[in-house]
């Protein structure tokens, strides 16, 4: 498989190509309006035409769309406000979910008291252009908050909390929306249900996750990779979601994009994702080595990091995706011109 995504690679950005700049890079596979998908279970790589058109999900309730019906987006459900409100601010309950349309994650991105970067607003904007949101079987989000446990103030007593303006945007179908924090330990009454608002938001990652298995759709833009950027919740999953793109971060802090041999390489690997291995108590792991910062076909943007002896692991939220235990990539640093 490796030589096939060199090969598209090399055909979306050639040898002779202008440097690209690492705090845009482009997704390769796009260049030139193509897509690139790789399908797990076959083994093989295909080429999608990406075109001009809006990626195509069922409705809900499983009717197929037909040709007069727009294609609902999972990038264009209203976007996140530009500041997001201090715990001590937001509202804590939500009345009721029935005629909800959409749901989407917004990160806590502004410099604060509570954390965030001060990215400039271009990047800011584009970072969260490439973020989906739930627009297919809402209700399926619906259904997990109504089965998570009750909020326990007991859990709460006996773990250190890292406060954040996390928050998920509520968009109703008459076109109101409704901003609720996602902050671990913040109790969310949602329909008279008391929950963590933790919980909340793994809900929704959960739902996102189920809807990115069930319909094909991929982002038509570019995200920013930098080094000082902070990533947002995902449900990214290697060897589902693609990896399209990459930049190493030295002890420094700058960003140099991957070559397109590099990429392949590293997509292959990501394409084919393995137990994490038993830890090894012999083993001295440097602190000088670079990590990385990947995109997805689908926009998102995911930390990899060598955690182990020669073992590459992508920081993800298993949690919320079915599964505690982490995963590894079958590649090193070495094997990618950086070790």
């Not at 090969?7 to 705090?23: H, K, M, W, Y």
Request: charged content about 20%; overall charge negative; hydrophobic content about 40%.
């Amino acid at each position: 498989m490796t030589d096939q995504l060199r090969s598209l690679l090399e055909q979306a950005v050639p040898d002779d190509a202008p440097t690209l700049d690492p705090v845009t890079v482009a997704a390769a596979a796009r260049q030139n309006q193509r897509r690139l998908r790789a399908v797990a279970a076959a083994g093989v790589v295909a080429v999608i035409v990406a075109g001009g058109a809006t990626a195509a999900l069922t409705t809900r309730g499983g009717d197929e769309l037909t040709a007069d019906d727009p294609a609902p987006s999972p990038y264009d459900a209203p976007a996140c406000p530009a500041t997001l409100p201090e715990l001590s601010d937001a509202r804590t309950s939500v009345d009721s979910l029935e005629g909800l349309a959409s749901v989407r994650m917004c990160p806590d991105l502004a410099p604060g008291p509570m954390g965030g970067v001060a990215l400039p607003d271009s990047q800011r904007k584009a970072l969260l252009a490439g973020m989906d949101a739930l627009v297919d079987d809402v209700s399926d989000f619906s259904d997990r908050v109504e089965e998570t446990d009750a909020f326990d103030p007991a859990r709460c007593a006996t773990i250190d909390v890292l406060n954040t303006r996390q928050s998920l945007q509520l968009t109703y179908a008459d076109g109101h929306t409704e901003l609720v924090p996602t902050a671990a330990c913040s109790p969310i009454t949602v329909a008279g249900h008391e929950i963590d608002g933790q919980f909340l938001g793994e809900a929704y990652l959960a739902a996102l996750d189920h809807q990115r298995s069930s319909a094909d759709y991929v982002f038509h833009g570019t995200v920013p990779l930098t080094c000082d950027l902070q990533t947002t919740p995902t449900p990214a999953r290697p060897g589902r979601d693609v990896l399209v793109a990459a930049v190493s971060c030295g002890p420094k802090g700058s960003a140099v994009a991957l070559d397109n041999g590099a990429v392949a390489t590293l997509a292959e690997a990501w394409g084919d994702p393995q137990p994490e291995p038993p830890y090894d108590e012999n083993c001295n792991l440097r602190t000088d080595l670079p990590y990385l910062v990947a995109a997805t076909d689908r926009g998102d943007v995911v930390v990899i990091r060598q955690q182990q002896c020669d073992v590459l692991m992508p920081l993800l939220a298993w949690g919320a995706v079915g599964g505690e235990e982490g995963i590894a990539l079958p590649t090193t640093l070495e094997a990618l011109g950086l070790g």
